[in-house]
């Protein structure tokens, strides 16, 4: 069995890799930061022109007509260069709609679902349209309303919904965003007067804002179906952009390592150092194996996708941690000073580490995928 990305996928890398070498700099992501939105939109501009947000989308409308693990390439080499640009949330949004709109029958008419799809859609279709993911830690917090004449179908029936999500990463700057309430997928709308405030917060490349809903119109997307995809996405992308993210801060601390004098000697010759960074390269490569498998299961359609996708997000998020903590005690006290580009590092992680669901949130989930096959008398492994 081959476990090589394939020729095509190779390409993509370095395709991906020698654009954000030149147009995403870490002295970029500091101008970003600067900047209310925290969006790089020159770099979000190219990004655009070259397909990258409808990697996954057919040609026919406009794709590159490739899959998630095209998505995962692109996302670990974004967590490399840091990009503050909203790649994963707009990803996702365009592939729920995507899914949505395969599976939506004739339309209802004018107002109704059909209409309401199309609309979403065409206000995704600029190619520099932002989406978001405002996933909740627990249930229960947004709650949907259908507002219907009675007897009406679904696709006929309008929602609203009310509550408060987590923290979006680039909910202040969304067009359309998907949020997940009583285990289905709605989609909402954002403009100036709606969107959410941005937030201060630790992680400097990206913004992130409360969404507060209060009976707020909502197109209803899919179930529970669309519901558990969406988090195998959405944990598998972020788990790739920790991926990413590590790797960098592992050539960081070996070429510190190697720099750094003491007792005149590189500090990298002192056994308590190598073994430090030799831990960090064999997480670095349990994640790489870890969101590649998870990354080929969502995109084949594997039933141990869940599974998968939760198992690279609990090995991901405490790996990161680690590769992270290694980085600063290397570097010292330079590390914890927002002035080093490490820092930098270390706040996107943690971050990531519990958006979409931290590690004691997937190991739950992982112990019911695994219970429902024990109980049915399958192997779980």
Not at 153 to 179: E, H, K, N, Q
Not at 326 to 351: A, C, M, N, P, Y
Request: hydrophobic share 45%.
């Amino acid at each position: 069995m081959d476990f090589d990305l394939s020729d095509d996928q190779e390409a993509l890398r370095h395709a991906a890799a020698a654009l954000l070498d030149s147009r995403a700099s870490l002295d970029r992501v500091r101008q970003a930061a600067d900047r209310p939105d925290r969006i790089d939109r020159e770099l979000w501009s190219h990004m655009a022109e070259q397909g990258w947000t409808g990697v996954e989308r057919a040609e026919a409308t406009g794709g590159l007509g490739m899959g998630f693990v095209e998505v995962a390439v692109l996302c670990e080499q974004l967590g490399r260069h840091l990009a503050p640009v909203p790649f994963i949330g707009t990803v996702l949004t365009l592939g729920a709609l995507d899914r949505a709109s395969s599976k939506q029958g004739p339309g209802p008419g004018p107002g109704g679902q059909a209409d309401h799809d199309h609309r979403l859609v065409e206000r995704m279709s600029d190619p520099e349209a932002i989406g978001a993911f405002a996933w909740s830690r627990h249930p229960g917090q947004v709650i949907a309303e259908r507002r219907g004449e009675a007897g009406a179908g679904a696709s006929g029936d309008s929602w609203v919904l009310s509550g408060r999500t987590d923290p979006v990463v680039f909910g202040p700057v969304a067009d359309v965003v998907l949020v997940p309430a009583a285990s289905a997928v709605f989609a909402v709308t954002l403009d100036a007067g709606s969107a959410p405030r941005v937030e201060p917060g630790m992680d400097l490349t990206r913004s992130l804002g409360w969404l507060e809903l209060d009976s707020t119109p909502a197109t209803l997307l899919g179930g529970p179906e669309l519901c558990a995809a969406l988090i195998d996405r959405a944990s598998v992308a972020v788990s790739a952009e920790m991926l990413g993210a590590a790797q960098h801060v592992l050539e960081m601390t070996v070429e510190y390592a190697k720099d750094r004098v003491q007792f005149g000697r590189p500090i990298g010759s002192f056994q308590a150092v190598k073994h430090r960074c030799a831990d960090m390269l064999v997480d670095v490569e349990g994640m790489r194996s870890a969101v590649y498998y998870a990354a080929w299961c969502i995109a084949d359609g594997n039933p141990d996708a869940p599974a998968a996708a939760s198992a690279a997000k609990i090995w991901c998020s405490e790996a990161a941690a680690r590769v992270m903590a290694s980085g600063l005690q290397v570097h010292g006290g330079i590390g914890f000073t927002w002035e080093h580009d490490l820092h930098l590092f270390v706040k996107r992680s943690q971050l990531d580490q519990v958006s979409f669901g931290d590690a004691p949130w997937h190991r739950d989930r992982l112990a019911a995928l695994l219970r429902e096959l024990a109980e049915a008398g399958l192997p779980v492994l």
